[in-house]
């Protein structure tokens, strides 16, 4: 039965790991598609993110057919925890990836403006939070987890100087509100992209060491030497 369960579980760690490419793939191309006004790539993304729905259920499902049929304990019962956990929040970063290239399908018969901060550098380090979320997961790596939950501050900063900036280009350039203001929109979905990924990685402390992390920003502060 423990051959069993653990050949369930390794199926389990191959299907996130297809799960999580496939949600970094329509991150990078919903950004793309806003960068160049592609509806093209755009539409891969809304269409595409069936597949990324279909693979959360299936995830789950062999989730609960493992609790149910091997009722696994310790380090095993803990990682279906995490994945049930995980897998929710991939399918969300999903959905936020879908509100980005619907923003780029609005935009692009706007009149053409220059995107008001560095939409790719912020989309570069919520990728980088998600990549690693998942790579602590699956490396079982504590000290990346850490990084990836204080990376969200920084996210969090960014995003607040976005608002600003966009803010500043509409009351300067009240006539091309209407083109600008989809730019909030997508900062705000990177911005809580980047919550899902703190909540990956959060979750991926629980499974290396049993121990739930959310809301003690300051522990893990403390605990990578930080004040």
Not at 17 to 34: F, K, M, T
Not at 42 to 56: N, P
Not at 132 to 154: H, I, K, P
Not at 194 to 205: F, K, R
């Amino acid at each position: 039965m423990t051959m069993l369960m653990h050949k369930g579980i390794d199926g389990l760690k191959n299907k996130v790991l297809v799960l999580g490419e496939a949600v970094q793939d329509n991150i990078a191309l919903a950004v793309q598609s806003v960068a160049e006004r592609n509806p093209t790539l755009a539409d891969r993304v809304i269409h595409s993110d069936l597949f990324i729905d279909q693979a959360e259920v299936e995830i789950e499902e062999d989730c609960l057919k493992i609790l149910a049929l091997y009722q696994p304990v310790a380090i095993d019962l803990r990682y279906i925890v995490a994945v049930l956990k995980i897998n929710n929040d991939l399918e969300r970063i999903g959905d936020l990836a879908v509100n980005i290239a619907e923003r780029a399908v609005f935009l692009q018969p706007q009149p053409p403006i220059e995107t008001p901060y560095d939409l790719q550098g912020l989309a570069d380090k919520v990728l980088w939070m998600v990549r690693n979320g998942l790579a602590a997961q699956m490396n079982l790596d504590a000290d990346l987890a850490r990084q990836v939950c204080r990376a969200d501050d920084e996210v969090d900063t960014i995003n607040r100087v976005m608002y600003d900036r966009v803010s500043e280009a509409i009351h300067h350039h009240s006539g091309l509100a209407h083109a600008l203001i989809p730019y909030l929109t997508i900062s705000r979905d990177l911005e809580r992209i980047a919550d899902h990924a703190t909540n990956i990685a959060e979750d991926a402390i629980y499974l290396i060491e049993g121990d739930i992390a959310r809301h003690r920003t300051e522990d893990i502060n403390l605990a990578s030497g930080k004040r």
